[in-house]
């Protein structure tokens, strides 16, 4: 039998449309939609490319449960018998050495659900998810700016309107393909694009600035302080701060930040004009200026410029951010960080604890604090915290200083991965649960622009696997904590969810699936007649005073080093490369991109293998000497194991958001003597079965 499903994109934050065709229920073919609210009928690469995805040989269908040091196939019984001996203790003694790091993939309705399971089923703080590696510092300063973070507050057809557009650190060919389209058309109508960023990125720009990592602040700040010196300071609304913020930049001089930032100063002064003459400027950032040291800050200094330079909440001006993971929006909204409860409310807040305690019919004592955030959850294991959940994430090779990650991984009493294909983390797990893929599941995703989007269920699941949130019960329920995890089917859970967002910053009542199948909605979504919210940033904000809340920032030189890493995506892969790596209509290289005046310092040629160290490990990867990068700087893709975070930081975070610095390692580079390019793993590394046998070397 034939149909056709029309679902999302399991990829990037445009989360584009597409109709899924089936024969006998295998999947065979993908169509995009031009009926797409967002891509309006495009769809890149990877999403092309996810059909294969679906029912790969690697494809997990069975439990699988470390016995004499190898993972074996077990009965749906044995593992939550397991899961139950080995966690149900830890509970009963101390919640909170238990944790539960989710993911930016997941489901908003799994979102909810992890978050509930984690604070009332198991009762522990300690869960957080990869979104933090993400999003977390441009969230932070809108946030403490204006008391709501959707990354952009405006549709993605408003970029069309702006005629300067500064994309900072964003990347947006290779990480986000489809808003191409918007930015083209802005092109068109005559906008300038400016691309701020240390590597050449391809795209639409007509200028590159390529300023070393960590100085974007000082750019910002620099236009504000030229633009409030030529009297064209028009803020956007009323607001606390002013003052401050300008005296923060006052002694900031167009020569200084030049050699501060490595570029030329003419260039400053004409970005600086360029965007005192714009209509509607925008300023666009991605991970560049967030993934700092500093990032909240970073990010507040553009809020500060695009603010009181009168263009923060006009369409097609402003700021906005570029969720990076398919559902790092909603991802970050209903619960699973570390500080959160659903609808954006926060655990710190007495009538937020209160409206989730009632609501879920538990005391309000009874809802843990905050708890531990990512990376700091990850240095604790084997010693704070015993056992661990990790769904839809592989932070062995994702996180930062991987393999000190690694380490406490590998020192935890137990460790469970809910997963669909055997990742590097999997396979140190003691209980991996086989879980449910995009084309599994219902349920719901929210787009960078806020936009929610239904997702539909055109496959079952293969073998023994179950989907996710079933499985989520089922460990509930193993623990003895199942009473309030029990749905007769998933239209339950979904319904609780948008109940439990009422009144929330993050407001999702107004919806349903029937709703969703007509059109897709931005929230806030109060009510079951409400159109939606193209544009939530505006005047009385949802701060104490109803006043923007500007937050003057430190313009501090970083240190200057010889070599910086930075990291990033290629167009080919996909986040730690668990799919992406695995399939054959996706293609990459893991090395390291660094120009050819670095190269010479080093001694280094192209494709030649090169040694390189980091704060927290080393790897060998072959040279790609290249002009796209910056002098002193060194680029590599985070797609591989045994590749860029072997060399960031494992304890570098931003002391606001928490985020770690994966943008500005420190580095030394070395030539090897051996002859030929080392190979890394492109799928699991064989002889990981054995958990204390994962090494940091290439297999």
């Not at 020569?255 to 003459?277: F, I, K, P």
């Not at 719901?444 to 622009?449: Q, V, W």
């Not at 986040?575 to 695995?582: C, D, K, L």
């Not at 120009?595 to 990867?621: C, N, Y």
Request: aromatic share 6%; hydrophobic share 40%.
């Amino acid at each position: 039998m034939s149909k056709t499903v029309r679902t999302t994109c399991p990829y990037c934050a445009v989360q584009c449309n597409f109709d899924l065709h089936l024969e006998d229920g295998l999947a065979v073919k993908i169509t995009p939609t031009k009926e797409c609210a967002v891509a309006g009928g495009t769809v890149c690469k990877k999403g092309l490319a996810s059909l294969s995805d679906l029912r790969h040989k690697d494809r997990l269908t069975s439990p699988l449960l470390r016995v004499n040091g190898e993972l074996r196939p077990v009965s749906w019984q044995e593992a939550l018998d397991a899961f139950a001996a080995r966690v149900g203790p830890l509970l009963d003694s101390d919640p909170a050495q238990l944790g539960v790091f989710g993911s930016g993939a997941l489901t908003n309705e799994k979102t909810y659900l992890l978050g509930k399971l984690a604070r009332v089923g198991f009762g522990t703080p300690n869960i957080d998810y990869n979104g933090r590696f993400c999003m977390s510092s441009a969230a932070t300063a809108m946030n403490r700016s204006f008391g709501l973070d959707r990354g952009l507050g405006f549709p993605l057809a408003d970029i069309a309107k702006s005629d300067l557009i500064l994309l900072f650190g964003a990347n947006v060919a290779e990480t986000l393909p489809p808003v191409m389209q918007y930015l083209k058309a802005a092109k068109d109508r005559g906008a300038r694009i400016v691309n701020i960023d240390p590597r050449a990125t391809p795209g639409l720009a007509q200028v590159q600035l390529s300023p070393l990592p960590g100085t974007d602040h000082l750019i910002a700040g620099l236009l504000l302080n030229l633009l409030n010196g030529w009297g064209r300071l028009r803020p956007s609304a009323p607001a606390d701060g002013t003052d401050e913020v300008l005296a923060a930049v006052q002694d900031l001089t167009l020569n200084g930040v030049a050699e501060s930032c490595g570029v030329d100063a003419a260039d400053l002064l004409r970005l600086a004009r360029s965007y005192a003459q714009a209509h509607l400027p925008l300023i666009l950032s991605g991970r560049g200026p967030e993934q700092q040291v500093n990032g909240t800050d970073t990010v507040s200094s553009l809020i500060n410029l695009a603010f009181l330079s009168g263009h923060f909440g006009r369409p097609g001006g402003g700021y906005g951010t570029l969720t990076g993971q398919g559902n790092g929006q909603g991802g970050r909204e209903h619960g699973q960080k570390n500080d959160q409860l659903p609808g954006y409310r926060h655990l710190k807040d007495p009538a937020d604890r209160q409206f989730m305690a009632d609501f879920w019919g538990v005391p309000e004592t009874g809802l843990p604090g905050v708890g531990l955030s990512a990376q700091e959850l990850f240095l604790a294991c084997g010693e704070e915290v015993r056992a661990l959940i990790v769904i839809g994430s592989n932070p062995a090779v994702s996180a930062p200083g991987a393999a000190r990650v690694r380490e406490r991984l590998a020192a935890l009493d137990f460790l469970v991965v809910i997963d669909v294909l055997p990742s590097e983390t999997a396979m140190m797990a003691d209980l991996v649960l086989p879980g449910s893929m995009w084309a599994e599941e219902e349920g719901t995703t929210t787009n960078l622009e806020g936009r929610v989007q239904r997702r539909r269920r055109a496959m079952t699941v293969p073998g023994l696997a179950r989907e996710d949130w079933r499985i989520m019960c089922d460990l509930a329920h193993a623990a003895g904590r199942g009473e309030k995890f029990t749905y007769p089917d998933f239209a339950a859970l979904q319904a609780e969810f948008f109940a439990a967002t009422r009144g929330g910053r993050a407001d999702y009542s107004g919806l349903s699936a029937a709703r969703l199948d007509v059109q897709t909605y931005q929230w806030p979504v109060t009510h079951d007649a409400h159109p939606g919210t193209p544009h939530p940033y505006f005047a009385p904000y949802r701060t104490p005073t109803g006043r923007a809340r500007l937050h003057p920032v430190a313009m501090q030189t970083p240190p200057r080093a010889a070599l910086t890493l930075t990291t990033g995506r290629i167009a080919g892969q996909y986040q730690s490369g668990t799919q992406t790596r695995r399939n054959p209509g996706l293609k990459g290289v893991a090395d390291v991109q660094m120009h050819p005046d670095t190269a010479r310092v080093h001694g280094l040629m192209h494709g030649q293998p090169v040694v390189l160290s980091g704060p927290d490990g080393e790897t060998t990867l072959p040279a790609n000497v290249t002009p796209k990068v910056r002098p002193g700087v060194a680029f590599v893709a985070f797609h591989w194991p045994f590749s860029a975070n072997e060399l960031t930081s494992a304890t570098t975070l931003d002391p606001h958001s928490r985020m770690p610095a994966f943008k500005s390692a420190v580095l030394n580079a070395s030539a090897t003597s051996r002859a030929s390019s080392p190979a890394l793993s492109t799928a699991s590394p064989p002889g990981s079965q054995v958990r204390t046998a994962y090494r940091k070397e290439p297999s």
